[in-house]
């Protein structure tokens, strides 16, 4: 893959949005260093030795914001921060379904899913549940993607489009 000048500045851009909703410890000094170094570089192989570098950091991380595939279709800072809060929510359902015999009430019920949840199943399953409904509110223009827009979400969206119907 080709790096220039303009493509570093883009995707060390996005990381460092990525790098504001994520905790990285240690690494964070590192891969700032490299993003700052990179930046002063004009030569496309030394920008090239840099970028995979950088890669490199961050693909030992569990929620790497290095991804192969398809580029995501939401910014990355709401990406990031959806990722944050879909965490945060399997951090809360871990915590309650491990509090006294709560994993023996809450029960999957479905055609395919019946009994009950297992910790990690259940937690993942709602953390999930979250970030697709924050992804839809965020597509529905109901909520504008930052933190703070969470507390003044605008769900008068949906119901002003059901009544032209």
């Not at 060390?12 to 570089?41: C, H, K, S």
């Not at 991804?67 to 939401?74: D, E």
């Not at 944050?84 to 899913?113: F, V």
């Not at 979250?130 to 839809?136: D, E, G, M, P």
Request: hydrophobic letters at 40%; aromatic letters at 6%.
């Amino acid at each position: 893959m080709e790096m220039n000048q303009a493509k570093f500045e883009e995707k060390t851009e996005n990381i460092l949005v990525w790098m504001t909703e994520n905790d990285i410890g240690a690494l964070a000094p590192l891969v700032q260093g490299q993003i700052t170094y990179g930046r002063t570089l004009s030569e496309e192989s030394e920008i090239e030795k840099i970028w995979a570098a950088i890669r490199s950091m961050l693909s030992t991380l569990p929620n790497s914001p290095i991804k192969r595939g398809k580029a995501p279709t939401l910014p990355v800072g709401v990406s990031a921060l959806i990722e944050a809060l879909e965490q945060d929510a399997i951090n809360a359902h871990s915590a309650l379904i491990a509090t006294e015999s709560m994993d023996m009430l809450l029960c999957r019920l479905g055609k395919k899913s019946n009994g009950l949840w297992g910790h990690d199943e259940f937690a993942l399953a709602m953390g999930n549940r979250v970030k697709q409904s924050l992804v839809k509110r965020y597509n529905l223009g109901i909520w504008d993607g930052t933190r703070e827009g969470l507390t003044s979400q605008d769900f008068s969206v949906i119901e002003e489009a059901d009544s032209e119907e």
